[in-house]
């Protein structure tokens, strides 16, 4: 997040910049998640009236100016809960995130309204205020703590509106590779399809694979990947709605793909590769195994964002 010196009595124009991010990473169900390098950036200076410039993926969506834009609607809510005026904006947003495809768009978008809020209307809020802010919003804190902290990070919600939140740099090189689909799957779906209750021994293996992943990637241990992505607390059960899951999971193990995992709530796959692996050659692999299985996707390369919205701070 950058922005210029005020000039006058309006607030100064700003520059967010915010990165995708895929959660729940296999076992660690609204817990943790991981920045990539694929982001949204928004340009805003207080207007006479609301506008949008839109770029880039989903520019359409980006670009709707409706009452439930997600950016504008958090936006304005937030400044009207804190009795402040609502200044309207002008924006210019250039977006690489797929919309509502697991990748943390709308804890991206949500951020962004609350961060403009805070800047527009002078709030001073601290990083957990915006996190947890964005927390309640989202009913869950790990995408929107990855988004703002970057890296690694793992998180629990504590009160209506409070986030404990610990970020890590994962060790060593990790590549990655994510399956994106055509049809989005909106969350709420996602969620219709799990149980109210879980047996012990789910709810245990979900435990101590959640540990390993967090040792694989704190030590750098590519190894652990394989074992420590197994779920049993919601990808069984999104899988019908997800078909790309269960299909690039045949591949886990074999030719350098470590692990496979959904990416959030899906219906896109995130893939682990062995650092040594050609990305071209997994890529390719990929895209004829889908073709095999009557699938389709775009497959594209990433990798862990170092720095969330905060970390563009001047």
């Not at 050609?278 to 390719?284: E, I, M, Y």
Request: with cysteine; glycine share 8%.
């Amino acid at each position: 997040m950058s922005q210029k010196r005020k000039t006058g009595k309006r607030a100064a124009s700003i520059r967010l910049r915010l990165p995708a991010t895929s959660a729940n990473l296999g076992p660690a169900f609204d817990a943790a998640a991981l920045a990539l390098n694929l982001f949204i950036t928004i340009d805003a200076k207080p207007a006479e009236a609301f506008s949008i410039n839109a770029s880039g993926r989903d520019k359409d969506i980006c670009g709707a100016l409706t009452e439930q834009h997600l950016i504008l609607s958090t936006y304005r809510e937030v400044l009207k809960s804190r009795g402040k005026n609502v200044t309207p904006l002008a924006l210019r947003i250039r977006n690489e995130i797929p919309i509502g495809k697991g990748c943390g768009s709308s804890a991206a978008a949500r951020l962004a309204g609350i961060v403009l809020a805070n800047h527009f209307g002078n709030l001073r809020w601290s990083d957990a205020q915006i996190i947890g802010e964005a927390s309640r919003r989202e009913h869950h804190p790990d995408n929107a703590s990855a988004c703002w902290m970057g890296g690694l990070t793992v998180a629990r919600m504590s009160g209506e509106a409070e986030a404990h939140v610990i970020r890590t740099q994962p060790k060593g090189k990790w590549s990655l590779l994510l399956a994106i689909p055509e049809q989005a799957l909106p969350t709420e779906e996602a969620r219709r399809v799990l149980p109210l209750q879980y047996s012990r021994a789910d709810t245990v293996a979900n435990i101590q694979n959640s540990m390993l992943l967090f040792a694989a990637f704190s030590q750098g241990r590519h190894d652990l990947l394989g074992a420590a992505l197994q779920d049993r607390i919601h990808q069984p059960y999104r899988a019908p709605l997800c078909p790309l899951l269960a299909c690039l999971q045949e591949l886990a193990g074999n030719n350098g793909i470590l692990g496979v995992a959904l990416s959030g709530a899906g219906p896109s796959v995130i893939i682990f590769l062995d650092p040594h692996a050609s990305l071209l050659k997994a890529q390719k692999l990929i895209s004829a195994h889908l073709t095999r299985s009557r699938l389709h996707a775009e497959v594209i390369s990433t990798s862990i964002a170092t720095r969330g919205g905060r970390g563009w701070a001047p």
